[in-house]
Nanobody, 124 residues
Framework: QVQLVESGGGLVQAGGSLRLSCAASGRTFSSYHMGWFRQAPGKEREFAAAISRGGSNTYYADSVKGRFTISRDNAKNTVYLEMNSLKPEDTAVYYC?????????????????WGRGTQVTVSS
């Protein structure tokens, strides 16, 4: 089992940057693909970014491509989401999640483990 704890959220002005971290427990972190998802008030949770087990492959939603960067450090059991050029529409609770399947996936309902989330608020 994997426990995930997100951190790094906060309030930032439009155009600013934040770096989210997600620390994982356990010794099997490198066996999981990792994803970042977000949920804005009144909306469904949506995919933002994902990274393969070894970190060589990354995937992004069109809405964040070119602005967000996902990375991981398997030695530290941590996955990151660097967010630049933030927009008010990026305001949401951001969740990290772990997936034990063969391929990296972007669907919300296939991930096995979830953190509790961290709030990101972007003011205009």
């Amino acid at each position: 089992q994997v426990q995930l704890v997100e951190s790094g959220g906060g309030l930032v002005q439009a155009g600013g940057s934040l770096r989210l971290s997600c620390a994982a427990s356990g010794r099997t972190f490198s066996s999981y693909h990792m994803g970042w998802f977000r949920q804005a008030p009144g909306k469904e949770r949506e995919f933002a970014a994902a990274i393969s087990r070894g970190g060589s492959n990354t995937y992004y939603a069109d809405s964040v491509k070119g602005r967000f960067t996902i990375s991981r450090d398997n030695a530290k059991n941590t996955v990151y989401l660097e967010m630049n050029s933030l927009k008010p529409e990026d305001t949401a609770v951001y969740y990290c999640a772990a997936d034990h399947s063969i391929r990296v996936r972007t669907q919300t309902d296939v991930y096995d483990y979830w953190g509790r989330g961290t709030q990101v608020t972007v003011s205009s």
